[in-house]
């Protein structure tokens, strides 16, 4: 069974920062690409970034670019997405996904996805 566990979430103050993780189990992980995507209330489930399988190509976000980097060790079978320079607007549900090949920004063309942690930034 394919499963990805994002951990990380939290509240934090604005220009605070969090350390997303992505644990991933019953796929070769090193052979996928994997992104993040967010989701806050009310709105469309929005791309913040996406990573490929050595990660050598990477893209960010316009409205993260900067702040937030992806990483990937795939030894640990684990992702990661560094938040910094955090702001209210980043507040979501961020989402972890997966792919046998990198995906577009369109949420609907990634395969596998976790159940989602939050990300709260208090004014």
């Known amino acids: 069974q394919v499963q990805l566990a994002e951990s990380g979430g939290g509240v934090v103050q604005d220009g605070g920062s969090l350390r997303l993780s992505c644990a991933a189990s019953g796929l070769s992980f090193r052979l996928y690409a994997m992104g993040w995507f967010r989701q806050a209330p009310g709105k469309e489930r929005e791309f913040v970034a996406r990573i490929s399988r050595l990660s050598g190509d990477i893209t960010y976000a316009d409205s993260v670019k900067g702040r937030f980097t992806i990483s990937r060790d795939n030894a640990k079978n684990t992702g990661y997405l560094q938040m910094n320079s955090l702001k209210p607007e980043d507040t979501a549900v961020y989402y972890c996904?997966?792919?046998?090949?990198?995906?577009?920004?369109?949420?609907?063309?990634?395969?596998?996805w976790g159940q989602g942690t939050q990300v709260t930034v208090s004014i």
């Open positions: 996904v997966a792919a046998s090949g990198v995906r577009s920004m369109n949420p609907t063309s990634w395969d596998y």
